[in-house]
């Protein structure tokens, strides 16, 4: 099929801040009617089937030939195990289910009339054969999960010996997947990633093979440093777009929990300790990286006794303390170059969250200042999203996502009981309602003119204002610059992967209008626009559910970035227009690019790989699979060497 012959599915709508009040009527609408029971999303979390391949898709429209490369997609899959000694074992929540990894292959070969063509290519790996085996003769999952329901036929002390046990499973490692991760070897000749490493919340990395994906090895942390003992990491490790380095932390629970920040150097492979921080132990998926900075959000989500609770409860989500409003995320900076440790700290307002977005430092606007580290976040005002995760809200077994939608519908239509008269208050009544469900795109300034010069070490210093662990008891608030809420924006945020760590304009969103239990939309959210956003969304034909958008950029010369403070000993340049010292990349090349989802066709319980123009979100071109792909979490574009 030529592009001519491409006839685009989905609509493209733009929003603005003014059409917010009639979005949010909309969700409301969607939550009292129950759309997502007319929303098909099934064949992406049952009856999943492997395809070691590979598959020749059919291509129908256009995908640039310069989006050549392997895309690397990771996530759950299998939710149910047979053929256990009581028959099917019921995985509990999503993020639980067992690891499934694919990839699309995208290549460009020049047909006989000397042009372009793109032919694509599907594969899929299942990771956890191991556990899904030990489920079928214990029938259970015996080691810890990140919100498995308990079995009330299992005892404290049988929960608590099977964690100890030395002959538990391979944990399950289905969140994350990166290439050309630093300290692994290199496994190809070249055409694909050097190494491919799949990741989670725990320190466990599996590394696969690039080509047939197969697992071949899983370890820890302390495979970089033996400081890096603790059980739990960010599933989302940072890397160094410039250098390559890798950044994450490690968080060892018990008497006095400590997160150890450290860093990989992609050159040496040695690994570097920047900051030991005693802290409250809390579920922490992802941070920040600036040139000069490593930024660590620690929301309100801390575990009890602290992290004991772990072992007690056999998964994270049960042993976190329940939120309290009352408590304050703490934000601790970290200093990448001179060994300052923690140079500053901030507080705000209880918040929960699962992913950042991007972060980079920039000149205070009127001079005269020491500038600013922007940070930028998918948030909740609460925890209430986790629930929304589990099979049977997701599946609407046994009534459940009527149950957990109408409560949240119910809430809203609460609110709207004061000031009928008023249709403003109504309308900013029902959206502060909604807000308390669903997430912001939210954008913080933290000013350098508050990091203090007392902190000198590694290791956290103590402070005239201090609580026994060192940290100030008052510490400077982080400013709220730019919010943009749902339905306008969503999770599983992306940018264009040539602005991470500097300054940049537009965010990728997957959201969701209560018109799916899953997303019904990809969102263009443009930050820079006033009042808090201006979108660009597109949305396919119903029972359409696209995943995570991952941004791949019109190749072009990189920009220089400038001195590398590593090796130069002096802070990089801030960033007030898109570009690093010497740079030559414009900003408004930004959404010079393609996305690329997976989105399931639910009505036919078929996928396909959907092409949009990053600039005007319109559709390029898609290729079609014959079977059902399972809804991944993240991926990775990786480009034809």
């Not at 070969?109 to 599907?122: D, F, I, K, P, W």
């Not at 209880?350 to 930028?376: L, M, P, Q, Y």
């Not at 019904?520 to 597109?538: R, T």
């Amino acid at each position: 099929m030529t592009a001519s012959d491409f006839t685009p599915q989905g609509t493209i709508t733009r929003l603005t801040p003014a059409d917010l009040g009639a979005s949010s009527k909309a969700v409301q609408e969607n939550l009292e009617r129950q759309a997502f029971r007319g929303w098909p999303n099934e064949a992406g979390f049952d009856g999943l089937t492997e395809h070691r391949g590979p598959v020749e898709l059919k291509v129908k429209g256009t995908i640039p030939a310069w989006a050549a490369g392997s895309l690397y997609r990771t996530g759950p899959g299998q939710g149910e195990v047979e053929g256990t000694k009581s028959n099917t074992f019921y995985i509990s929540h999503w993020f639980d289910g067992l690891a499934h990894t694919h990839r699309f292959d995208i290549v460009a070969e020049e047909n006989a009339n000397g042009e372009q063509a793109v032919r694509v290519y599907y594969s899929s790996r299942r990771q956890s054969e191991e556990r899904a085996a030990d489920i079928r003769a214990t029938g259970s999952l015996r080691s810890i999960t990140f919100a498995q329901r308990r079995d009330p036929c299992i005892g404290l002390f049988a929960k608590f010996t099977s964690v100890f046990s030395r002959q538990k499973p391979p944990p399950n490692v289905a969140v994350t997947v990166r290439a050309n991760m630093p300290s692994f070897e290199a496994r190809t000749d070249g055409h694909r990633a050097a190494n491919v490493v799949l990741g989670t919340d725990a320190t466990h990395m599996c590394e696969i093979d690039p080509d047939t994906m197969e697992p071949i090895e899983i370890t820890k942390q302390t495979k970089f440093h033996p400081d890096l003992k603790g059980p739990l990491s960010a599933a989302h490790g940072e890397v160094d777009p410039e250098t390559g380095d890798y950044f994450n932390y490690n968080l060892d629970v018990g008497k006095q929990p400590v997160y150890r920040v450290f860093r990989v150097s992609a050159a040496t492979g040695k690994t570097d300790i920047l900051a030991v921080i005693p802290y409250k132990a809390a579920y922490i998926h992802s941070f920040f990286l600036t040139r000069n900075y490593v930024v660590l959000y620690v929301p309100v989500a801390h575990f009890a006794l602290k992290g004991f609770k772990i072992v007690l409860e056999n998964n994270l989500k049960d042993a976190i303390k329940p939120f309290d409003p009352t408590e304050t995320c703490r934000w601790f900076v970290i200093d990448r170059w001179h060994g300052k440790g923690v140079v500053a700290e901030f507080a705000s307002p209880a918040r929960f969250f699962f992913h950042t977005v991007n972060a980079f430092e920039e000149d205070d606007e009127k001079g005269g200042g020491t500038g600013s580290v922007i940070c930028e976040v998918v948030d909740y005002p609460n925890r209430h999203i986790i629930d929304g995760f589990y099979y049977d809200v997701l599946l609407n077994r046994n009534d459940k996502a009527a149950q957990f939608w109408t409560a949240a519908s119910a809430t809203i239509a609460d609110g709207d009981k004061d000031d009928k008269d008023d249709k403003n208050a109504q309308e900013l009544q029902r959206h502060q309602q909604q807000q308390q469900l669903f997430s912001r795109l939210a954008r913080y300034r933290l000013r350098k003119d508050a990091f203090t010069s007392t902190r000198t070490t590694a290791t956290t210093t103590t402070e005239k204002t201090s609580d026994p662990t060192g940290h100030s008891t008052s510490p400077p608030a982080p400013e709220l610059v730019t919010e943009t809420p749902a339905p306008h924006a969503g999770e599983l945020p992306v940018i264009n992967p040539r602005f991470r760590g500097r300054r940049h304009r537009y965010a990728y969103l997957a959201v969701t209008r209560a018109r799916s239990t899953l997303f019904d939309a990809i969102a263009k959210v443009d930050m820079d626009a006033p009042g808090g956003g201006e979108v660009l969304l597109w949305e396919g034909p119903l029972g359409h559910t696209p995943g995570e958008a991952i941004f791949v950029p019109r190749p072009r010369p990189r920009p220089d970035p400038g001195p590398v403070g590593e090796t130069t000993g002096i802070d990089r340049t801030s960033e007030t227009n898109g570009e690093g010292k010497g740079g030559t990349e414009q900003i408004d090349d930004e959404d010079d690019g393609v996305l690329l989802s997976v989105v399931l066709d639910g009505a036919n319980k078929t996928s396909y790989l959907l092409c949009l123009d990053a600039k005007t979100m319109i559709e390029l071109g898609k290729a079609e699979c014959e079977f059902a792909v399972a809804f991944g979490l993240h991926g990775c574009h990786v480009p034809t060497a």
